[in-house]
């Protein structure tokens, strides 16, 4: 069993599921796959969504009462998918966005898929500064990360974290995002693999394919970290220790960058 740390489950709130029946068909799939817990992440401050701590708190405990009553062993944990906006800092001090789980600990955040804001890394140690660790969804499709994967490196180094999507690893979203996948998962970019899904056909709340290919890029022990143990602990408000990843790694394919961390 494991967590997924990042779908759009909650019906009408934003470009993931529409109704509630596609909820419980995705949920049910979730349950299939192994999955006993979810994030529930609607976008917030991406310029057409918004969706505050209240409503998302709201949302979730109404779509957990139709799970319970449809029988459906599935538990839900607010958060949201916050675009990294400058409006996000006082959002997140005034406890109006959500971080992960309502822990207090982590905060999902999303860039453009084409480009890397100016001010993005001062966004993320404002964040920082709040004690909060950004966590980074999704960057091997960011096309200026694909290409650069130094510039994850560099905000890894300072301490944040980084979700890949399983779909990006089995080449569903074509062979340029899993070729960066890859790179950044041997690298040790990554400490967390989520569906990101939004519809109960095509992008489902399913990890185990994700998984698979992990394992077969890396071993068995990086793809039970980032699959399972990593958002099992995020799920109990607890933080991935980066250097347990980096210890299983293989070590050819460690990239360079934490090598000079611990030197």
């Given at each position: 069993m494991t967590t997924d740390i990042h779908c759009h489950i909650l019906p009408g709130?934003?470009?993931?599921?529409?109704?509630l029946e596609q909820s419980l068909a995705m949920a049910r799939i979730a349950v299939e796959d192994g999955i006993e817990t979810i994030f529930a992440t609607p976008h917030h401050f991406n310029g057409?969504?918004?969706?505050?701590?209240?409503?998302?708190?709201?949302?979730?405990?109404?779509?957990?009462?139709?799970?319970d009553a449809e029988q459906i062993n599935l538990k839900l944990l607010p958060?949201?998918?916050?675009?990294?906006?400058?409006?996000?800092?006082d959002a997140l001090a005034a406890g109006t966005a959500l971080t992960m789980g309502d822990f207090g600990r982590a905060v999902l955040v999303e860039l453009p898929v084409h480009n890397i804001p100016l001010g993005t890394g001062e966004l993320?140690?404002?964040?920082?500064?709040?004690?909060?660790?950004p966590i980074i969804a999704h960057p091997e499709r960011n096309s200026m990360l694909?290409?650069?994967?130094?510039?994850?490196?560099?905000?890894?180094?300072?301490?944040?974290?980084a979700q890949i999507t399983a779909q990006s690893c089995t080449g569903q979203f074509g062979p340029a995002v899993q070729g960066a996948a890859r790179q950044m998962?041997?690298?040790g970019l990554i400490h967390f693999l989520a569906s990101d899904a939004h519809r109960d056909r095509r992008r489902i709340p399913q990890t185990s394919p994700g998984r698979a290919q992990v394992a077969e890029w890396t071993n068995q022990a990086v793809a039970d970290l980032i699959g399972k143990e990593f958002p099992q602990r995020l799920s109990a408000g607890a933080l991935p220790d980066p250097q347990e990843l980096l210890a299983v790694l293989p070590g050819q394919e460690r990239r360079s960058w934490w090598r000079r961390m611990l030197s």
């Amino acid at each position: 069993m494991t967590t997924d740390i990042h779908c759009h489950i909650l019906p009408g709130i934003d470009d993931g599921a529409k109704t509630l029946e596609q909820s419980l068909a995705m949920a049910r799939i979730a349950v299939e796959d192994g999955i006993e817990t979810i994030f529930a992440t609607p976008h917030h401050f991406n310029g057409v969504y918004r969706n505050p701590a209240a409503a998302v708190r709201q949302a979730v405990e109404e779509l957990q009462q139709a799970l319970d009553a449809e029988q459906i062993n599935l538990k839900l944990l607010p958060a949201s998918e916050h675009h990294l906006v400058p409006e996000l800092i006082d959002a997140l001090a005034a406890g109006t966005a959500l971080t992960m789980g309502d822990f207090g600990r982590a905060v999902l955040v999303e860039l453009p898929v084409h480009n890397i804001p100016l001010g993005t890394g001062e966004l993320l140690e404002q964040i920082m500064a709040q004690g909060l660790v950004p966590i980074i969804a999704h960057p091997e499709r960011n096309s200026m990360l694909a290409r650069d994967p130094e510039r994850l490196e560099s905000w890894v180094g300072m301490g944040c974290l980084a979700q890949i999507t399983a779909q990006s690893c089995t080449g569903q979203f074509g062979p340029a995002v899993q070729g960066a996948a890859r790179q950044m998962i041997t690298g040790g970019l990554i400490h967390f693999l989520a569906s990101d899904a939004h519809r109960d056909r095509r992008r489902i709340p399913q990890t185990s394919p994700g998984r698979a290919q992990v394992a077969e890029w890396t071993n068995q022990a990086v793809a039970d970290l980032i699959g399972k143990e990593f958002p099992q602990r995020l799920s109990a408000g607890a933080l991935p220790d980066p250097q347990e990843l980096l210890a299983v790694l293989p070590g050819q394919e460690r990239r360079s960058w934490w090598r000079r961390m611990l030197s």
